[in-house]
């Protein structure tokens, strides 16, 4: 998105809701700051991500998907993080094959320990995003205003 | 040439419905040409006799026909294995997929099938008869004696790249048993691979504006078996019946990638029938090969029972970013 | 369509000091289906809560949006607040304009447009909300511990001490485990036996517990509250109820060559046999593989002599069945084979042992009635050798070794060298060690006891070698501080083995379908939070079949164990979670992959009829999740192909509808 | 080559991570010709891991061991000091230069009576 | 009857894209020929036909019809039409351009189609006369003949030469446009080639496949076929014989939301699909026997009952190179109408 001619990238974080949404809470608590352009989805685990909502993010007009969780061997439910881990490492990976900016996807694991994490994540993650400029290998037209 | 006989399949076969071992045969029909062959139910030996053929062009897979097959059939059906069906065959089996105890699986030895596209471009169009010996013979219209073409000149992609001549299921094998070969598969994903991002998107851009969303390498593919595919479900929030743009042409084949990764057998099927030519065996290979990069070799059919990468796990598994700096 | 209530808090001046909250509820009043939206100074507040109340009667909202701080902080006092409404208390949802918003933003601009995005996402979910209600299973109120070691013996008299009936199941004709073969225990030199049996008769008089000996458990269905379990009671040709345990039968049996388990076959027993003095319960068991009439009909002397009837050779194995609410898996340890060490050569002498056979050799009801003799000629030893990590700390060879620290060898092989010391201080003691770990309280001070004051030779280095020669075993040791090769002829040396799970861990793991590591041990639900629970419902850990562990450990998790059972068991029904997955079945395929990946087990499959398209009716093998098992953690609906596996709560068309809202 | 250098060589050739080592002292426990060195196998590991190698190349020690594979084959952790020793003794071998192989030179050694084999091992070893 | 060299193809492309948009089959990376908009130095393939038919030029695979804005609570409709440009296509088979009458028929009879017909306005058909027909052509069966195609302007290629004949008033200026790039040029080469090509034509496989059992009016003879069954038995269901086909026009109309508003749309739809015609009761072809029924009734029967007789096939024999399975209406008029040809 272009404000005042200025790109803002804009950022959807899908966080577990044990974790990395505790981490993201635990950065608020402490006051860090990082960007407006990233909004948080909560789901119950990172697992829980589908590789779906991660497209549909880009297509209506994500430049950038971070999905955060805990870290391996912490999950609240044992062992999600590892399918994740496999899932979007397969995913990205196609995404790549596809010619598609790898930057432009991330996974991270932020535990609810880690606000510091969290903001320092955010923040070089849409830094990462602004540097590459709009998604326009994954965007769906009609979804432009 | 194939090494085991139309006949020898046939008289096997005829057996087989004569002693009441099996109700059915699936098997490969006559077609109009010598090279359009229909995947087919045969249900007695005149049948058989009648319309049944093994050549150079029988690249049907027939295990997904088995799901229908032995819901209809009462008793079993005789289904025929070239090595790479043997593996969707198991895949199926693994995710009970259809009654195993339904069907009597004959394994047949495989030389590999000849793409009539690379046919043509050696006799030329417009043709009248195609014999299978030694070499293909092909009359044309437009050739005043027959073409004679070398079946390894001409073999489909997945053939040129075999991954084995093994079998790994059957209740019987006719002809010799193959090995599991050490194929060239992936290097045309390297090759992708050693491209820059924007080459590769070239690539791709160029190949899947081509795709009509016919859905022929969903329908063909043994591991697409889903009651109702998400691309059918108007509630899946992805369905259409058609690539709208080049975001959902991309969104369709990555999906539909992810969803049969683990489960794809690489049979090829999908670029087979692919009325484009779009390459997409490429996207089911790009996974096999991560996976077996970076979670050990798998493959897929191998055995009944395995477990697919992506349903499983270690604990030291690569992060996502490390997979991809391992590439560079 | 859903009539939307937004209610968006101030927060004292913590949202309302950079967002502007009344731009936020007059923008997501104009969200389709909001039909009434304001601001609030505390919305948590019991003024705030009666406003939200207020607003459900008076606009008949289906569906609440609370703009505030994080729905970890206030969504259960929401969805109270909407039950207290008449609501259903999962039409609420939480748009987190506090910790994720105003807390890390300072521009009022900025935060406000990121408050209404956040708002206008969780106005797109609350309209595909539907409400749920949870699940509600009853509780069988009787406990299944699975091993009567000190693990299962602790975790049982806890549980029955509650007032709950339990069960134990113990594969051997007696409890007590290993504890029950150990001669004296560490730090405190206690004799094993004085503080084990008389918890052996408390279990075995308690009112509450039953106690399946010589047992085991064969088949395990249903899920937490609801267990169905198969115990197979194997048949010991007496019967328990009418033997005394006199012991005359094991005086007279003629057989009396059978090696002795239970003093690890360094001495003989009869072919019936009691395993030892202190047995629970204390009956007599045949040994049908070494038995002369039970293995071709002639003998018959035991039965003769047996005044009580009690003996019974056409006894067959029984199956019992029974509920349960709750299992505990306590199912131990072993030292590992000591075949693959010849270094060691423990299977060339009979002077080289392991340390738990030393155990018996000083145990009073031992072999050698506690006197230290050199097992292969009884004679005195002068020279012992002990050595520690024999198979632990290994990752050179998967069938050799483990590549964990088993924990309590230090311990114990500082006790051993100790009272060999303290009982003949004539033995030269020679201890070699990796590392001498002795976290634990008073552990340290223990080992450095036997050094110190008992003048145990600890030798930081380890045995490279052992040979059997002229009646002795020439050690040759590593001495790592001295920089010197150490050649020792010993009278025996004492292998400290590394422990495994015991093997009837890895088919019962499947049964409960309760996960794994890759050593076997069971994992436990989270390392630090849960460490006595599996991840599977209704399944605890006790004792060393979740890692190593000495006693104390053993028995303070024994106890933890049984106090999670007793808070489950004092239940009269679980409350499920609501947001647990499920399955459309006519949409699903049966391919397995959602099981496979499930934590819990909470996938199970079974063979429908569904009426086809050509009007057949058909079979088909359909996903069933059991809700009172799933923990909702959405895994099954990825790696679903279809979409036919989906998260209430977080359906794929809720996180959709939320990633369309942000994303415009 | 400086000492970090020569490390990283020496790793790199023997294929083996002494970062494994736990100190357990079992190889020097189970080595025949202990007495004849003056630095031990458990030594030769924690030398190298450390990067400490001078006193090691010029070490008569390096030559002490027969190689058995002892060690190999008792080491707990896999690390395989008799690999590491060997690699080491290349290295001086190396730094002495001349006993390098070259292919074209084979061909004049080959004797009719000489066990092909032992021909390959020196090749293979001379020649890496 | 205007000519110009091969080589000058080029200057010609050149000449009519000054004004129009020129497309032409193009030899592409995958071995197929498309359609592809011109550009300086693209080559007109040599190959028989395109795997997509010329049809997307009129009834495109997707087409949006109109928009909606939601603002708040308010919905806005946005016209969105944008089927004025003004474009030449290039290479249309006899066939192909048969095609258009059987869309025609479908898309210009009242309620007219708009969209289409202002496609088909703006468009100019320079149709191509085959000399190479392949084993898989019986467009013969539907009496077209291949050597003298329809379309606005006829062409003809030797092996060094382009003729042009204009049919229509769209022809002849388009003929005159370029009239500085042609020359006058007598039909004898035509009339050659055209003889030529008779012979094979003639000695085509399919030359002797007749329409002669179908036609309207032939519904309860055929609809319960025995031979139904087992003609469906190995389809897949998937819709690659529609979408190649040049005459099937069906389509389905869909809404996008696209965030900000709704784009509705059109897009084509094969009644091979499980949701083809899913109504609120359900679909009304459950099985894939009576969906691969629906369409070969379709183009032998109820599209002729109600069209004339114009039957709604018109043997390019797409169908027959591209069917996954190899199954097609040739082998479906055999076994059906008994074993003609």
Redesign the interface.
């Known amino acids: 998105m272009q404000v005042n001619g200025e790109f803002k990238p ?1 950022i ?1 974080a899908f966080c577990c ?1 044990w974790c990395s ?2 981490g ?6 402490n ?4 960007p ?1 352009e990233v ?7 990172s ?7 991660i ?8 430049d950038g998907v971070i999905l955060c969780g805990c870290h ?3 999950c ?5 993080n ?2 994740t ?18 930057e432009r ?3 991270e694991w932020v535990s609810a320990a880690e606000g510091a994490k969290f ?1 320092a994540t955010m923040n070089d993650f849409v830094a990462q995003v602004t540097a590459l400029g709009e998604n326009k ?7 432009k ?1 | 040439m194939q090494k085991v006989t139309a006949s020898q399949l046939i008289d096997r076969a005829a057996a087989l419905l004569s002693d009441g071992s099996v109700s059915a045969v699936l098997g490969w029909k006559q077609g109009e040409f010598d090279y359009d062959i229909t995947p087919a139910v045969f249900a007695d030996e005149q049948a058989l006799r009648d319309a049944f053929v093994w050549n150079d062009f029988c690249g049907a897979n027939f295990s997904k026909y088995l799901l229908k097959a032995t819901k209809k059939v009462d008793g079993k059906v005789l289904v025929f294995l070239k090595p790479c069906d043997t593996y969707s065959f198991n895949q199926l089996l693994t995710e009970h997929r259809f009654d195993r105890d339904k069907v009597y699986a004959i394994g047949i030895p495989c030389e590999g099938m000849a793409d009539i596209d690379k046919v043509k471009a050696q006799s030329g169009d417009g043709i009248v008869s195609i014999a299978c010996g030694e070499t293909i013979q092909v009359t044309t219209l437009y050739n005043d004696a027959p073409v004679s073409v070398e079946l390894a000149d001409v073999l489909e992609e997945r053939c040129a790249n075999c991954k084995s001549k093994k079998h790994v299921a059957y209740d019987e094998l006719l002809g010799d048993e193959g090995d599991v070969l050490d194929s060239a598969r992936f290097d045309e994903v390297a090759q992708l691979e050693a491209m820059t991002p924007d080459e590769r998107f070239a690539f791709w851009q160029e190949h899947l504006s081509r795709c009509i969303r016919c859905n022929a390498c969903r329908d063909v593919c043994p591991a697409c078996t889903c009651e109702k595919c998400v691309f059918d479900n108007p509630a899946s929030g992805v369905e259409n019946k058609a690539p709208a743009n080049e975001f959902e042409e991309k969104m369709f084949h990555i999906i539909r990638a992810f969803h049969v990764a683990g489960r794809c057998t690489d049979c090829g099927e999908c670029s087979r029938v692919c009325p484009q030519n779009i390459p997409l065996h490429l996207l089911n290979r790009k996974f096999i090969k991560d996976m077996n990069d970076n979670y050990g070799e798998y493959q897929a059919g191998a055995e009944v029972g395995s477990r697919a990468p992506l349903v499983d796990f270690t604990l030291d598994d690569p992060e996502a970013a490390d997979v991809l700096d391992r590439r560079g | 369509m859903q009539r939307i209530g937004v209610f968006v808090c101030w927060c004292g001046s913590n949202i309302a000091g950079t967002v502007d909250v009344k731009a936020v509820a007059e923008a997501l009043s104009h969200e389709p289906g909001v039909v009434f939206s304001t601001d609030y100074q505390y919305m948590c507040s019991q003024a705030g809560q009666d406003m939200i109340k207020a607003s459900v009667a008076e606009h008949h909202l289906t569906g609440i949006v609370v703009c505030s701080c994080s729905p970890r902080m206030h969504e259960a006092t929401f969805r109270k607040t909407a039950t207290a409404a008449g609501l259903n208390p999962y039409m609420v949802e939480i748009a987190n304009i506090r910790e994720q918003c105003s807390w890390v933003h300072k521009d009022m601009p900025i935060g406000t447009e990121k408050a209404i995005i956040l708002g206008k996402a969780a106005v797109a979910k609350v309209h595909l909300n539907a409400p749920l209600t949870p699940g509600e299973s009853p509780v069988t109120k009787r406990a299944l511990v699975i091993g009567g070691g000190i693990a299962g013996i602790q975790t049982a008299l806890d549980i029955a001490d509650a007032g709950f009936k339990v069960d134990i199941v113990e594969k051997k004709p007696t409890i007590g485990g290993k504890m029950a073969q150990l001669d004296k225990t560490f730090p405190t030199l206690d004799c094993a036996a004085c503080i084990l049996t008389p918890k052996m008769v408390d279990v075995a008089q308690h009112e509450n517990v039953r106690i399946f000996s010589y047992s085991e458990v064969s088949e395990v269905k249903g899920f937490v509250g609801n267990f169905d379990v198969t115990i197979k009671k194997h048949a010991r040709f007496v019967k328990e109820d009418l033997c005394t345990g006199c012991g005359a039968c094991v005086d007279k049996c003629p057989m009396k060559k059978v090696p002795n388990e239970f003093n690890l076959g360094m001495d003989n027993r009869p072919a019936i046999y009691i395993p030892f003095a202190q047995a629970v319960p204390k009956v007599a068991t045949i040994d049908p593989a070494h038995c002369n009439m039970l293995k071709n009909g002639k003998c018959g002397l035991c039965a003769r002599v047996c005044t009580a009837g009690a003996i019974d050779y056409t006894q067959q194995d029984e199956y019992v069945q029974e509920k349960y609410g709750a299992i505990v898996v306590a199912t131990g340890f072993n030292p590992i084979s000591m075949d693959k060490f010849d270094e060691f050569a423990y299977n060339q002498s009979k002077d080289v042992i392991t340390s738990l056979e030393f155990e018996r050799l000083t145990n009073a009801a031992g072999p050698t009635a506690g006197k230290l003799l050199r097992p292969s000629d009884g004679a005195h030893p002068h020279t012992l050798v002990f050595v520690q990590c024999v198979g632990s700390r290994c990752t050179a060879c998967a069938e050799k070794g483990k590549e964990y620290c088993s924990k309590i060898c230090c311990m114990y092989t500082a006790k051993h060298a100790m009272l060999v010391r303290d009982k003949y201080p004539d033995v030269d003691v020679y201890v070699f060690y990796i590392d001498v770990r002795t976290p634990g309280k008073n552990f340290d001070e223990f080992y450095r006891r036997a050094v110190e004051e008992y003048g145990v030779k600890y030798i930081k280095g380890t045995v490279g070698k052992v040979v059997p020669e002229n009646g002795v075993l020439k050690v040759q040791a590593s001495d790592l501080l001295n920089n010197k090769q150490l050649h020792i002829d010993a009278d025996m040396v004492v292998l400290a083995a590394a422990i495994e799970p015991d093997r009837s861990a890895r088919p019962l793991a499947t049964m409960l379908t309760a996960s794994m590591d890759t050593n076997d041990f069971f994992t436990e639900a989270h390392p630090k939070l849960r460490p006595v629970e599996s991840p599977t419902a209704g399944v605890f850990l006790s004792g060393a079949c979740q890692g190593p562990k000495d006693i104390p450990e053993t028995v303070s998790q024994a106890g933890a164990a049984a106090s999670k059972v007793i808070g489950l068991l004092a239940k009269d029904k679980l409350m499920g979670n609501p947001c647990v997955a499920s399955s459309n079945e006519a949409m699903c395929n049966g391919c397995s992959s959602c099981a496979n990946v499930c934590p819990y087990g909470a996938i199970t499959y079974e063979d429908k009829e569904f009426r086809m398209p050509d009007r057949t009716v058909a079979l088909r093998r359909v996903a069933k999740v059991n809700p009172a098992v799933c923990q909702g953690c959405g895994c099954c609906t990825v790696a679903c192909p279809s979409g036919a596996m989906d998260l209430n709560g977080f359906k794929n068309d809720q996180i959709l509808a939320e990633v369309d809202a942000i994303c415009k | 080559m400086n000492n970090a250098q020569l490390r990283d060589e020496v790793i790199r050739i023997s294929g083996v991570n002494p970062s494994k080592c736990m100190g357990c002292g079992k190889c020097s426990a189970t080595c025949p010709a202990y007495d004849e060195m003056e630095f031990h196998p458990h030594q030769f590991v924690s030398m190298i891991k450390n990067g400490d190698l001078a006193p090691l190349l010029k070490s008569d020690s390096l030559f002490r061991c027969l190689s058995c594979f002892a060690c190999v084959e008792r080491c707990p952790r896999g690390v395989e000091p008799a690999k590491l020793i060997e690699a080491v003794r290349l290295q001086v071998i190396r730094e002495k230069g001349a006993n390098h192989l070259k292919p074209e030179s084979v061909p004049a050694m080959v004797d009719e009576d000489l066990p092909g084999q032992l021909l390959v091992t020196a090749f293979r070893k001379y020649a890496k | 009857m205007r000519k110009c060299a091969l080589s000058a193809m080029n200057d010609i492309f050149a000449a009519i894209a000054s004004s129009k948009t020129v497309y032409l089959p193009v030899d592409g990376a995958d071995g197929n020929a498309a359609f592809t908009k011109w550009e300086d130095g693209l080559v007109w393939s040599h190959a028989l036909n395109t795997v997509r038919s010329p049809k997307d030029f009129f009834f495109p695979q997707t087409e949006d019809l109109m928009a909606f804005k939601t603002e708040g609570k308010t919905i806005e409709v946005i016209d969105i039409r944008k089927e004025s440009e003004d474009f030449v296509i290039f290479g249309v088979r006899a066939c192909d351009v048969k095609s258009f009458d059987v869309l025609d028929r479908v898309f210009l009879s009242e309620p007219v189609d708009s969209f289409y017909a202002s496609r088909r306005e703006h468009g100019v058909i320079v149709s191509l006369a085959c000399s190479r027909p392949s084993e898989t052509c019986f467009c013969g069966t539907f009496g077209i003949d291949a050597t003298a195609p329809a379309g606005d302007v006829t062409a003809w290629k030797t092996e060094d030469t382009v003729y042009f004949e204009a049919n229509t008033a769209k022809g002849a200026a388009l003929l005159k446009d370029i009239e500085a790039l042609t020359e006058e040029a007598s039909d004898d080469a035509v009339k050659a080639q055209q003889e030529k090509t008779k012979t094979i034509l003639a000695k085509l496989p399919l030359a002797n496949l007749t329409t002669e059992a179908f036609g309207g009016g032939k519904t309860k003879e055929f609809f319960n076929h025995p031979a139904w069954e087992e003609l469906s038995q190995a389809c897949l269901g998937c819709g690659t014989c529609t979408f190649v086909c040049p005459t099937c026009q069906c389509y389905d109309i869909k809404e996008f939301n696209t965030g900000n508003g709704v784009v509705r749309y059109r897009c084509w739809d094969s009644c091979m699909y499980s949701e083809f015609t899913k109504m609120a009761h359900g679909n009304n072809r459950l099985t894939q026997k009576e969906r691969f029924r629906q369409r070969f009734m379709h183009k032998l029967v109820y599209y002729p009952e109600n069209n004339d007789g114009l039957f709604s096939c018109v043997g390019c024999g797409r169908c027959l190179s591209k069917c996954p399975i190899s199954m097609n209406i040739v082998k479906v008029m055999k076994t059906i109408g008994g074993n003609n040809g």
């Open positions: 804009l959807v809701n949404y505790a993201a809470d635990l950065a608020g608590n006051r860090l700051n990082y407006a909004k948080i989805i909560r789901v119950p685990c697992c829980r991500v589908n590789p779906t909502f497209l549909r993010a880009f297509q209506r007009g994500a391996p061997g912490d609240h439910y044992t062992s999600g590892y399918y881990r496999r899932r979007m490492a397969m995913l990205f990976s196609m995404l790549d094959y596809l010619g598609i900016e790898r996807t991330r996974v903001a290998r994954l965007e769906d037209l009609r979804c205003k």
